[in-house]
T-cell receptor
Framework: AQSVTQLDSQVPVFEEAPVELRCNYS??????LFWYVQYPNQGLQLLLK??????LVKSINGFEAEFNKSQTSFHLRKPSVQISDTAEYFC???????????????FGTGTRLTIIP | NAGVTQTPKFQVLKTGQSMTLQCAQD?????MSWYRQDPGMGLRLIHY???????DQGEVPNGYNVSRSTTEDFPLRLLSAAPSQTSVYFC????????????FGQGTRLTVV
């Protein structure tokens, strides 16, 4: 079974500073990797995903994540954060097989990003 | 396009009461699931369905029942509420492939007293 570890439960960052949110996964088979964002009092929404190909994937609002197979990591980065980036960020993994029941998303415990003005 | 709609948004139950959390999607997704979100524990899968008439248990199924009579609807039933079921519940839907995006509802905040 797959699992996801987000080591940092809270990350405070000053406005316009860079940030990295860490995510490590474990799986015995190939995986798809996702970052979801949850703004206050809302549901989760997809931020970006890695399926195959280029290991660096980007979102429309300046976030990027790099898939590192040797380190089993998928860290999320942004070079300059804004107040509007305040949210909780969840890393998730889905295994790349098609048997019944294996397409379940497994989430990490989340990282709360707080931007300090 | 409404996406995934959950009702109610808030609910307070007394211990032992039963209730149904409603979830509906209008995207013709095969796959639907229920998660609960608790502080420090992320999202944990309760039950899921890969199509009408097909459901299975997730990580934390005890105390919950589901059924899927249509593609659109996937209600979650609490049989006899307990304080340990106080949580925020999210319904999600997606196409039945591992590489597709999951769409989430706005959540139901449930308190059991």
């Amino acid at each position: 079974a797959q699992s996801v570890t987000q080591l940092d439960s809270q990350v405070p960052v000053f406005e316009e500073a860079p940030v990295e949110l860490r995510c490590n996964y474990s799986s015995s088979v190939s995986v798809y990797l996702f970052w979801y964002v949850q703004y206050p009092n809302q549901g989760l929404q997809l931020l970006l995903k890695y399926l195959s190909g280029s290991t660096l994937v980007k979102s429309i609002n300046g976030f990027e994540a790099e898939f590192n197979k040797s380190q089993t990591s998928f860290h999320l980065r942004k070079p300059s954060v804004q107040i509007s980036d305040t949210a909780e960020y969840f890393c998730a993994v889905s295994v790349a097989v098609s048997n019944f029941g294996n397409e379940k998303l497994t989430f990490g415990t989340g990282t709360r990003l707080t931007i300090i003005p | 396009n409404a996406g995934v709609t959950q009702t109610p948004k808030f609910q307070v139950l007394k211990t032992g009461q039963s209730m149904t959390l409603q979830c509906a999607q209008d995207m013709n997704h095969e796959y639907m699931s229920w998660y609960r979100q608790d502080p420090g524990m992320g999202l944990r899968l309760i039950h899921y369905s890969v199509g009408a008439g097909i459901t299975d248990q997730g990580e934390v199924p005890n105390g919950y029942n589901v059924s899927r009579s249509t593609t659109e609807d996937f209600p979650l039933r609490l049989l006899s509420a307990a304080p340990s079921q106080t949580s925020v519940y999210f319904c999600a839907s997606s196409y039945f492939r591992a590489n597709t995006e999951a769409f989430f509802g706005q959540g139901t905040r449930l308190t059991v007293v």
